[in-house]
């Protein structure tokens, strides 16, 4: 019985999106069912790879008439075991990477509009090219997508001055689980008009619906960074440094990474020819 189910849920996937976009062989989907660690593994009905709103939201709707679990996924980097469906196999993993086009970028307003399946590291790149900073960055950009920062609401190395994600969003476009659209794409900032329902998926890890698109902020490109690495003896003085540089700096500090001796030591072991910058 579950499995005439899942053969027809797969037929009308195949419709929607194509066939080729409906994974269901070992080799095809193992990637998508394990995290990088190898912690998690799971297993599903199939891997679908819809590319736009509306085949997002037709997977959905043909899932939510049968009851069955669909598991949004990324770029799969966040290591947790949340973008990995449980080992049953009765859900269906819907993969946002072919939604990945930058819509539009309004310099005038510092915004941009972009779907989920957007590389972040190619949204830092379509910002710098219109002349502006997209300011989120973390070590997984290069193949992490705007949809899992915004889902787990990433922070990143610039929260100091820019915020977690959640601060760089105006306005969000999401699948809810029946296959309804929620419009939210909204890029104005004075906006007080009624519940502020994007910050619900924002952090939601996909429970509450699958994002497909955010109006994202902008902000200049700075003229000069500078790096400074210190050596200081406990966590304490970190956070006495901390102070004293916002009180001198105010918002021109974007970041302030404290990095243990231990972390140091697995660098200089892992990384042949790196160098230690301070003696004990
Ligand atoms: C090396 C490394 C460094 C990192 N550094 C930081 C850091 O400095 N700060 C920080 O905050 N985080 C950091 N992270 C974690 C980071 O938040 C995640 O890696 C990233 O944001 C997840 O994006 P993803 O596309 O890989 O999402 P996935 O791992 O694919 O998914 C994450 C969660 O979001 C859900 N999801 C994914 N896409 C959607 C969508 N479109 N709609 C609804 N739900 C969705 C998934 O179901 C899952 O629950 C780091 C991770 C790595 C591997």
Redesign the pocket.
Known sequence: MKSAQHASLISQFAEVVGADHVLTADEAISAHLA??RRRYRGAAICVVRPASTAEVAAVVRACAQVGVAM??????????G??TPAPEGDAVLIS?SR?RRVRAIDPANNTMTVE??C??QTLQEAAAQAGRLFPL????EG???????????????Q?LRYG??RELTLGLE?VLPSGEIWDGLRGLRKDNTGYDLKQL?IG????L????AAVLKLFPLPRATATAWLAIASPTQAVRLLGDLQARFGALLTACELVSDLALGLVRKHFPGSQASFSA
Do not use: K, R, Y
């Open positions: 995290d990088w598991v949004p996924q990324g770029g799969n980097t966040s290591l947790c949340a973008a946002l939604l989920a399946g590389v972040l960055s973390l070590a997984a193949s992490c997508q705007i949809g899992g920062n915004l889902s787990t609401n990433a922070g990143g190395v929260v977690n994600t999401v998926f939601a890890e996909g429970t619906g699958i994002i497909t």
